[in-house]
C-alpha cells in the first residue's frame, strides 16, 4: 500500500454501487466525486434536491460520464429514511458501499421531525435507521461495505444514557461529542452482530482531522463564533479533498478487516494522509455498543435482521 495514500491509488470501482449521505457538501462532495471517478454509480443522498443537483452538476464537470443520481433524503425525519429506502430498492437490488457522512455540529437543541434532539437525531438516529432499512440490499452484494464518519471529537463526548437527548441539561459541543462518540460504537457494534450472523459484510469507520467545509459555519449563529471558525479554516484546517481520504480509503482498500478505523496519520491526527487510527478506550465497552443499540432499536422501530437470520 502507498505510504501517502491518495484518491488515485483508489482501486476501480466499477460495477459498485454506492450511496453517501450529505453529498452535496464539503467531504461528502469529494467522496462521491472521487467514488464516481473510480467508476462506481453514485447515489447522492441530499436533503435538499436542488442543493444535491447544483453539486451533481459540478461533480460532472470535473468527471464527465460520472454516473450518478441525486435523491431526497432528511435524516432528521424517519419518513424520509424510510422513503429513500424504498425508492433505493426500486431502482437498485443491490447495495455495494453506503458512506454514512452526513452531519450536523453544535446545533442548538432543537428537535427532528420524530422529536429527537437534532444532533443525536441526525448523526446517530438517522443513520442507524438509514444502514437497518438498507442492509437487505448490501447483503445482496459481494462485498458490502458500511463506512460511518466520527471525528476527533468524540474523545470529548460521553454516552449520556440516562439523558440521551440532553432534556435535562444540554450542551451543544458535548450533544456533538456524543454523537461522535455513538458513530463509532454504532460501527463497532454492526461489525460485532455482521460476524455473528456470518454476513459478509464490513463496517468501519473513518474521520477526517480537521478540514475546512461548510460544518463549521451551518450551526454558530454568533458572529464572534462564525469569525473564530472562519479564521481556524483558513489557518489550521486542510482541504476537503485531504479530509475525505480516510473515507475513500477505508471504503476501498482492500483486505481491511471490519471495524477499522481510519484517520489522518498527521501531528493529533489533525491532517494528513490515511492511515489505521485507534478511538479513545470508551469507545470500545462493549456493554456501551449493546445499550446504545438497543435504545437505537427502540427510538427509531428499526430491527436490524441479517440474511441469515432471516433464511
Ligand atoms: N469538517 C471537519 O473538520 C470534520 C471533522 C470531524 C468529523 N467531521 C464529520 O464529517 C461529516 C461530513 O461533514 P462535513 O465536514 O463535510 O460538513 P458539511 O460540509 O456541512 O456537510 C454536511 C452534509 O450533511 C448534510 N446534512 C446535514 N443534516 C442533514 C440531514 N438532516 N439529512 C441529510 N443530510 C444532512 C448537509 O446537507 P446541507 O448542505 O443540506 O446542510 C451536508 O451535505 C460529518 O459527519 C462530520 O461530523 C467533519
Not at 69 to 87: C, I, N, Q
Not at 143 to 168: C, I, K, Y
Not at 268 to 276: A, D, F
Amino acid at each position: 500500500m502507498a505510504d501517502r495514500w491518495t484518491a488515485a491509488d483508489m482501486p476501480d470501482q466499477s460495477g459498485r454501487v454506492a450511496v453517501v449521505t450529505g453529498a452535496n457538501s464539503g467531504l461528502g462532495l469529494v467522496t462521491a466525486r472521487e467514488l464516481a471517478r473510480a467508476g462506481a454509480a453514485v447515489v447522492m443522498a441530499c436533503r435538499s434536491s436542488a442543493r444535491g443537483e447544483e453539486a451533481a452538476g459540478r461533480i460532472r464537470s470535473a468527471v464527465p460520464g460520472a454516473a450518478l443520481e441525486v435523491e431526497t433524503l432528511d435524516l432528521a425525519d424517519l419518513e424520509s429514511v424510510r422513503s429513500f429506502v424504498g425508492r433505493m430498492g426500486e431502482a437498485h437490488g443491490r447495495l455495494d458501499l453506503l458512506i454514512n457522512n452526513a452531519g450536523i455540529m453544535a446545533a442548538p437543541r432543537r428537535l427532528t421531525k420524530d422529536g429527537f434532539e437534532s444532533q443525536i437525531g441526525t448523526n446517530h438516529l438517522g443513520h442507524f435507521a438509514l444502514t437497518g432499512l438498507l442492509l437487505g440490499g448490501l447483503e445482496r452484494a459481494a462485498a458490502p461495505r458500511v463506512v460511518t464518519l466520527s471525528s476527533q471529537l468524540h474523545r470529548r463526548g460521553t454516552m449520556n444514557f440516562d439523558d440521551l437527548q440532553g432534556e435535562r441539561s444540554y450542551s451543544r459541543w458535548g450533544a456533538y461529542g456524543q454523537t461522535k462518540l455513538a458513530n463509532l460504537m454504532f460501527c463497532f457494534e454492526l461489525q460485532r452482530r455482521a460476524v455473528e450472523a456470518g454476513s459478509p459484510l464490513l463496517s468501519l469507520a473513518a474521520h477526517p482531522g480537521y478540514s475546512a467545509t461548510n460544518l463549521q459555519f451551518a450551526a454558530p449563529d454568533r458572529f464572534y463564533e462564525k469569525a473564530y471558525m472562519w479564521i481556524g479554516n483558513r489557518l489550521f484546517a486542510q482541504s476537503a479533498d485531504m479530509g475525505a481520504l480516510p473515507t475513500l480509503y477505508a471504503a476501498t482498500v482492500p483486505d481491511l478487516p471490519g471495524g477499522t478505523y481510519i484517520g489522518p496519520d498527521g501531528r493529533g491526527e489533525q491532517r494528513g494522509y490515511p492511515n489505521v487510527v485507534s478511538a479513545a478506550r470508551k469507545a470500545y465497552e462493549k456493554s456501551d455498543w449493546r445499550r446504545l443499540w438497543e435504545i437505537s432499536e427502540e427510538l427509531t422501530g428499526v430491527h436490524y435482521e441479517f440474511a441469515s437470520a432471516r433464511a
